[in-house]
């Protein structure tokens, strides 16, 4: 007791400082290299599959949202084709009935139409969509373009944005005048556009059947006015927000449309609805982001008790000394957890280091490619954030000192008299 009160901290505290992790002049052992090195590792392996999956999540969650919109109003099919033919007007009366339920979002009105595009040596099918401001297209593929600009910049011609995946199959580029060909109900139109920008989201699936024109050049070709579209979309609403939005747009919109002289219907969609492939796709992720956990906690769970035991195998005649002079065991069981605590630290410390470095670096340079056919991306995401830091490292040090009990039990079987005698 005299030692604690010299010291002014607890005697376990004072021991396990005193007492190395390695024989008197030596080096450290393997058994203690190795258990460094594999906490390390795990948790690096950790870190990064969180902070890659959630990157993953987000890019692909980003892209979808994109193409889809947030929230989606159009003609109900199932009350006639003929509702949906007419189109969907962005009325004042509609736009309060919107901005009542969802004040904070932004709308716009969408007309998508068929139609191929057709050179004088290939074509190609494709969706054609028009938007007025405030569609989440403007801002996304604006972000994504690799040549020209987008719509809003053209007045003289009929202009088209198409992906570079596009271009490349009909071997065009900036400038290219291409004939466009539609079915307008039983008419088929043509018209001649101009490329205007090309743009890359590595998003194959969109990419290959997505291009984007003037609002008013496909409303002329189906003669509807400035107010008619295919769909009204809504942006702007934090990711929590849309389901309960679509809920209140759907009831709301049931009143408005019943309440009107001729009754319409309306079909409310969001992204998650529409991009579900997707997002079930991205569920599936989570599940191998736990595997991974797990089989990491078991890897350092090992190698942190296997060094356990080998510092008490190291140790064995200091337990005998200790007991001897009428330390408990439960003492001297503290001392041991406290100095294979050490080992976790270093452990961590090492695997912060070399794990947030690296990822990082990933994080702002793009240094890690991906094959964007296979994963939609041309590089590994990657999303870090200071409270997953902070509770990852809180994880693994707890689960660590839960696992360092159970060997530390072992001390309790040693008896002073053998441990004494022992080399």
Known sequence: MAISAKHH???????????RMKPAGGSASPG??????????????????????????????RRVIGFEQQIT????????????NGGLRLTDSLSSVITSVVPSAELALVLDQPAVLKTDSDFQGIV?????????????????????????????????VISSQTASALQIGMGHRLYAHFFVGDNLLTRRLTVTGIYDTHFSEYDRIRAFTSLPLLQNLNKVDSLTGTAVAI?????????????????????????????EFFRIDNVYATGALYFNWLELLDTNVIVILIL????????????????????????????????????I???????????????????????????????SLHIIPLDPESYYLNFVPVHLTLPLVIMLNVAVALISFLLLILPSHMISTLSPSETMRYE
């Open 9 to 19: 901290i607890p005697v376990e505290w004072f021991l396990a400082r005193r007492l």
């Open 32 to 61: 203690v290299i190795v258990a460094v090195a594999g906490i390390a590792l795990s948790f690096i392996v950790m870190l990064a599959s969180i902070a890659i999956v959630t990157g993953f999540k987000r890019e692909i969650t």
């Open 73 to 84: 109003i159009s003609p109900d099919a199932s009350y006639g084709p003929e509702r949906v």
């Open 128 to 160: 054609l969509r028009g938007y007025s401001s405030g569609a989440a297209d403007s801002a996304f593929i604006a972000s994504n373009l690799i040549e020209g600009s987008m719509l809003s910049a053209i007045d003289s011609v009929n202009p088209l």
């Open 235 to 263: 942006n702007g609403l934090r990711p929590e927000e849309i389901e309960d939005a679509t809920i209140d747009l759907r009831v709301a919109l049931s009143e408005y449309g019943t309440s009107l002289p001729t009754p």
């Open 296 to 331: 990491m906690a078991c890897v350092s769970g090992f190698t942190l008790i296997s060094s356990l035991l080998i510092i008490i195998l190291e140790r064995v005649r200091t337990i005998g000394l200790l007991k001897a002079l009428g330390a408990t065991d439960m003492l």
């Open 333 to 363: 069981r503290r001392v041991f957890i406290l100095m294979a605590g050490r080992i976790v630290g270093l452990g961590l410390i090492v695997g912060n280091i070399v794990g947030l470095t690296v990822l990082l670096l990933q994080q």
